[in-house]
């Protein structure tokens, strides 16, 4: 299955038709179609027929898509059937909400283990991860080479541990600090969470509509 | 100032626009150039001064844009500047780090009240907000009739909360579940927090390197 060529908003639908198939899958649905897919995600069914047709061949006309064959191949356009080790910065309230409820073996991630530079955090366990010293991460992060931070810390620390994962070979960094990051490198990949962004955009409907009343 | 003709796309870099002026304003920086935003959100120039001309004037050609008045201007198209009442729902991890770490005032909500279905987390404080026994969503929603509800409930949860609070007037609903939402009424908002989504993301963009390489 080839990547190349994908058109960016294809890619950026992918974790949508992945998410969805998956709980179809969990709920025991065996073929479904565009038609179906595309209500339940307020995409075309048109849309999502030629946004599959980029990947190969999944089912056949009047047949449906088989969803577990669906969802193995768009796991594997994503990558997420191969295993990849993460790291988790920050065990406040954030931290530790991934850690304890986040499906990151869904979604091809192990956990390592986890930092923070709270003494009464340092030495615990959550979920069964290890939370180490924020001062051994050279030390730890050297000899694990994990791909992706979780930095799960307030807005100012943010954009120094970047600064500071990166030379140690840090590459992707899932960043809920609230705050953009940068690096000067073109091989390293941020993705924001960023809530303020989805509540604002709620508020603007919300008022769009009290306003045309 | 008019909201009427707004191009999506415009409406939704918004909040991206609010939140830098925001953290340039709180820097002490009093004006600022198109350049130089474009360039710390990776929007060009040329987009930004077409984005901002839909709302007027903000500021004179070869003067820059003065960081206060246009940070208000937004708020004022994204309605912030008004402040709206918000109920969160569900104080586990997720709940207790928005109700301890988000700054809801900046956005203009204040959290009238939190709920939750578990006796020891009933009737105890979280910075300041009360948590209630579930059971009384009704008669306090009905008393209060907040705008938005943040539901930071499990998956399996959530839908039994918009059917729930819909019939009560809530019509916007911040959604942490991880699971899609709907409603019937055309005038129920929907505004989802998707984890995952970000993570598979940075994950095809590594992936993807890893293949160039």
């Known amino acids: 299955m080839r990547r190349e060529g994908v058109p960016e908003p294809v890619v950026r639908r992918l974790p949508r038709y992945f998410s969805l198939l998956d709980r179809l899958s969990e709920q025991g649905v065996v073929s479904t179609s565009s038609e179906s897919l595309g209500q339940e995600l307020g995409i075309s069914a048109a849309q999502i027929r030629r946004d599959f047709s980029f990947f190969g061949e999944f089912g056949r006309r009047g047949h449906g898509y088989p969803v577990e064959e669906l969802k193995k191949g768009i796991a594997h356009i994503l990558g997420t059937d191969l295993r990849r080790s993460l790291i988790l910065i920050g065990v406040g309230d954030q931290g530790q909400a991934l850690l304890r409820h986040f499906d990151f073996e869904k979604y091809g991630f192990t956990v390592a283990c986890a930092f923070d530079i709270d003494p009464a955090r340092i030495g615990t366990e959550i979920n069964g991860i ?79 509509y009290e306003t045309d009343l």
């Not at 992706?148 to 960043?175: I, K, S």
Request: proline share 6%.
């Open 130 to 208: 290890i939370v180490y010293d924020g001062a051994r991460l050279e030390e730890i992060v050297s000899a694990r080479v994990p791909k992706v931070a979780a930095l799960c810390v307030p807005p100012d620390a943010a954009q120094a541990l970047v600064d500071r994962l990166t030379p140690l070979g840090l590459r992707c960094f899932w960043n809920f600090s609230g705050r953009p990051l940068r690096s000067d490198r073109m091989d390293v990949h941020f993705a924001d969470v960023d809530f303020a962004d989805s509540l604002l955009a709620l508020r603007y409907s919300m008022e769009q």
